[in-house]
């Protein structure tokens, strides 16, 4: 059950669009679509963005898009606005019927 | 509006065992499966265990396998996670949440606020 691989951090400008990505393994984020993506600041609850690969829960901004290729999946911020500046970790369900995270993306906002 | 409210606390020796509680509020807990996942201090999120709906279903990572035990009572609308054998990369904040559906397969959709488990002789 190792962590999914994502970047440690990933920056924008205020209006810019950035990207981030979640590796996986086909026992994982390759062999579901229950790919799933989180919010959180420090001291805070997660928060849930994205879920099954790429629905929003209802309340979530449409600047938060995801998609899935192979075992690969990713999470699109469009727009990027300075309360976007937070952590942000991909989960994925495993074929050991639990959950792996990923490894965490700091976001800043130039 | 969806309450989780986690307790349990402490401070324990390693070796030693602890005992979560958390306080569901704000949905049907029976319609749901629950889960623990935990951050160690400057370390990312880890998955612990979940627990379908109706508690006849558990899972639980290869790091806490055989040393915790999740369960719930719908009559009090509460999850726990029993820790025994504990040991220093324990040491982390533990969220309670809440899953979107009854099976443990389901994203994750609402968390507590964390309770701190600190492991230290």
């Known amino acids: 059950q190792s962590a999914l691989t994502q970047p440690a951090s990933v920056s924008g400008s205020p209006g810019q669009s950035i990207t981030i990505s979640c590796t996986g393994t086909?026992?994982?984020?390759?062999?579901?679509?229950?790919v799933s993506w989180y919010q959180h600041h420090p001291g805070k609850a997660p928060k849930l963005m994205i879920y099954?690969?790429?629905n929003r829960p209802s309340g979530v901004s449409n600047r938060f898009s995801g998609s899935k290729s192979g075992n690969t999946a990713s999470l699109t911020i469009s727009g990027l606005q300075a309360e976007d500046e937070a952590d942000y970790y991909c989960?994925?369900?495993?074929?050991?019927?639990?959950?792996?995270f990923g490894t965490g993306t700091k976001v800043t906002v130039l | 509006e969806v309450q989780l409210v986690e307790s349990g606390e402490g401070l324990v020796q390693p070796g030693g065992s602890l005992r979560l509680s958390c306080a569901a509020s704000?949905?049907?807990?029976?319609?749901?499966?629950m889960h623990w996942v935990r951050q160690a201090p400057g370390k990312g999120l880890e998955y612990v265990s979940g627990?379908?709906?109706?508690?006849?279903?558990?899972y639980y990572a290869d790091s806490v396998k055989g040393r915790f035990t999740i369960s719930r009572d719908s009559s009090k609308n509460t999850l726990y996670l029993q820790m025994g054998s504990l040991r220093a990369e324990d040491m982390a904040v533990y969220f309670c949440?809440?899953?979107?559906?009854?099976?443990?397969?389901?994203?994750?959709?609402?968390w507590g606020q964390g309770t701190l488990v600190t492991v230290s002789s």
């Open positions: 949440a809440r899953g979107g559906c009854t099976s443990t397969n389901c994203y994750i959709n609402y």
């Open positions: 704000g949905f049907t807990f029976s319609s749901y499966a």
């Open positions: 627990i379908s709906s109706n508690g006849g279903s558990t």
């Open positions: 086909s026992s994982d984020v390759g062999g579901y679509n229950y």
């Open positions: 099954d690969v790429s």
């Open positions: 989960s994925s369900y495993t074929s050991s019927s639990t959950h792996v």
